[in-house]
């Protein structure tokens, strides 16, 4: 029953997203927005992490499984994607350059904001 409760919790702040974003038609997929909140009520310790915690390791111990239909669309549209290869993999390649990029730079400010030692 314990672990009935903690997805009932999380399943709340996924609800929670979901009016957020109908309500302001905020362009951030819902369970994102309930994650965010879900995140805020962890650090601020208005939800305790034992609240969760059973039903967060559940989930990510069968992450894997999430991933098989993903896994079979791909495999159903292989043609589709052998000719569209090239204008496939360019944009997902730059972004990933991008994101790496963006990441790194945020990193550096970051740590350079800790560093008083200038």
Same mark, same amino acid.
């Given at each position: 029953?314990?672990? &009935?409760?903690?997805?009932?919790?999380i399943l709340l702040? !996924? +609800?929670?997203? +979901?009016?957020?974003?109908?309500?302001? =038609?905020? /362009?951030v /997929?819902?369970?994102?927005?309930?994650? &965010?909140? !879900?995140?805020l009520a962890?650090?601020?310790?208005? #939800?305790?992490?034992?609240? #969760? *915690?059973?039903?967060?390791?559940?989930? %990510?111990? +069968?992450?894997?499984v999430?991933y098989? #239909? /993903?896994?079979v669309?791909? %495999?159903? +549209?292989l $043609?589709l994607?052998? =000719?569209?290869?090239?204008?496939i993999? %360019? /944009?997902v390649?730059i972004?990933? %350059?991008?994101?790496?990029?963006v990441?790194g730079?945020?990193? *550096?400010?970051?740590?350079g904001?800790?560093n008083? $030692?200038?």
């Open positions: 029953m314990k672990i &009935v409760k903690q997805f009932a919790i702040f !996924l +609800y929670f997203g +979901y009016l957020t974003e109908r309500i302001f =038609n905020i /362009p /997929p819902a369970n994102v927005i309930g994650m &965010v909140f !879900l995140f962890l650090i601020t310790k208005v #939800v305790k992490l034992e609240k #969760v *915690e059973d039903a967060s390791n559940f989930v %990510i111990q +069968y992450l894997a999430f098989l #239909v /993903p896994s669309g791909i %495999i159903l +549209y $043609d994607l052998k =000719n569209e290869f090239i204008k993999i %360019i /944009p390649f972004s990933i %350059i991008l994101g790496l990029l990441a730079k945020v990193t *550096e400010l970051l740590m904001r800790g008083h $030692d200038d």
